[in-house]
């Protein structure tokens, strides 16, 4: 054995070799929370990378689609969608009213608060997006039955509530 250092193939105090993986206690539920974490990042690095070619990025597309589905929507339910701080969320909206692909209007029940819907111009974008998450989707869900994705739907759906709890 060296001097002043273990060596790849020297047994240290725990008596593992480097080399040797290190035993975790393992879990169901820890298995599938890391698959979650790993399915989410790899969704988002796919769609992302699929949509270089739209010229949108993460944030402009999320919140364009965001108030495509809520029209109407208040800078603060954009924001707690897109779990941003309100401020954030006010400067992206700016930016896509300054682009014209987003507006905002007064409420009509309250003349101080700003509602934001999408214009016509987004139309071609939410299309170019709409196309390439069906193809996503389809590739991801091959295989499943219509039985199954309900079922799925409603198991992430009851994780989706307890991490809110």
């Known amino acids: 054995m060296r ?3 273990y060596g790849p193939g020297d047994y240290h105090r725990t008596g593992l070799r480097r080399s040797d993986p290190i035993e975790t206690p393992r ?19 796919s769609f992302d990378k699929r949509i270089e070619a739209v010229g949108v990025t993460r944030s402009r597309w999320t919140a ?9 929507a208040t800078q603060r339910t954009i924001a707690e969608t897109l779990d941003m701080s ?10 896509l009213c300054h682009e014209g ?20 111009a ?15 989707e389809a590739k991801i869900f091959r295989g499943l039955t219509e039985a199954e994705l309900v079922e799925l739907d409603r ?10 709890a």
């Open 64 to 72: 364009i689609a965001v108030v495509a589905s809520h029209p109407g």
């Open 101 to 120: 692909l987003l507006e905002r209007r007064a409420k009509a029940d309250d003349k101080r608060a700003r509602c934001v819907f999408v214009t016509s």
């Open 27 to 45: 879990s169901l539920q820890r298995d599938i929370s890391l698959k979650l974490t790993v399915v989410a990042r790899q969704l988002r690095k």
């Open 3 to 5: 001097r002043g250092g």
């Open 122 to 136: 987004a139309r071609p974008i939410l299309e170019q997006l709409g196309a390439i998450a069906s193809e996503q």
């Open 155 to 164: 198991l992430l759906g009851a994780i989706y509530s307890n991490i809110g």
């Open 86 to 95: 309100e401020a954030a969320a006010g400067r992206l909206v700016d930016r």
